[in-house]
């Protein structure tokens, strides 16, 4: 496992809470590994798959905002 590079945040799912931390090493073209885990799971990406993940959320959310309303 890399060294702790920064804590994005977190995230409550449910009744569980999930860390989100960059850590290294870092690559030029792929950023550095990002992991999402709870106490008892852990998802690794890379830094590039991770923009790329929220990208795609916040599209849907977006779109899913236009199609049911403002309501959510």
Request: glycine share 8%.
């Amino acid at each position: 496992m890399g060294e702790l590079l920064k804590k994005y945040g977190t995230i409550n799912v449910g009744p569980k809470q999930c860390c989100v931390e960059l850590n290294a090493p870092v690559d030029s073209e792929s950023g550095g590994i990002v992991h999402i885990h709870y106490d008892d799971i852990r998802f690794d990406m890379s830094q590039l798959e991770f923009y790329q993940m929220v990208t795609a959320l916040n599209l849907a959310s977006e779109n899913l905002k236009r199609i049911k309303g403002d309501t959510l």
